[in-house]
């Protein structure tokens, strides 16, 4: 072996585009404690990530990663709203270091896009990418994220205690959900005896109307007879 190669972390000026997208405003909007940012930079012929967010055991100070070339300028100018939506997106990973891409994920992110948009709204840069672990119950985990998240970035509460919050509510919708089936079947059964009782009502009143009219016969052939 040669060589070895070492990461040293060394605190520089934020690149202009990325001071203003990340300023102090945006973490009193979403209420959210600062989270470092580790400016990286993947190999030149790949494209494959805008950022990352290494549990917090493999890091310094609980950083998340950014691509460099996010915050430099290139073929075009660096995009404040876009180096935003990265960093958001990262911290509500950071925020819920138990969770991958599910329903409590997206609230999370939604809640930081709700909170940071203001004249240019950031909610509708939210993906399916962001929901996918879910799979088939992707659309449900979304109208649910919805709800939470929207009720969650209007409430004073800060990010940190709405990753809290997103946690319990997500276990408890993940029961709920886990008992659909049985509940559909449940209402199911429940119908199916309804409509036997009123098919079984509709029978017992022809057999009286019936009877009556058979008695009714009966009688009038009797007093008939007898008179
Ligand atoms: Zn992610």
Known sequence: MGTVQVLRQTHVTPPPALAEAISSELFERVKMREIPVLLMRQQAATKQWGGFCMPSSYTESDEIVLDARCVERGTWDPQPDAIKVIYLHEAAHRLLPTMDHNGAFLAMA???????????????????????????????????????????????????????????????????????????QARRDAAEAIEQQIKSLKESRWWCALTGFAVGAVVVAAVAVWL
């Open 110 to 184: 939604l809640v930081l896009y709700l909170r940071a948009g203001t004249d240019s709204p950031l909610w509708h840069r939210v993906k399916l990418y962001d929901v996918q672990d879910e799979g088939e119950n992707a659309p449900l985990a979304f109208s649910w994220a919805w709800k939470v998240a929207h009720e969650l970035a209007a409430s004073e509460l800060s990010a940190e205690r709405c990753a809290e919050v997103i946690v319990t509510r997500y276990q408890e919708w993940c029961t709920w959900l886990a008992g659909a089936d049985e509940r559909v």
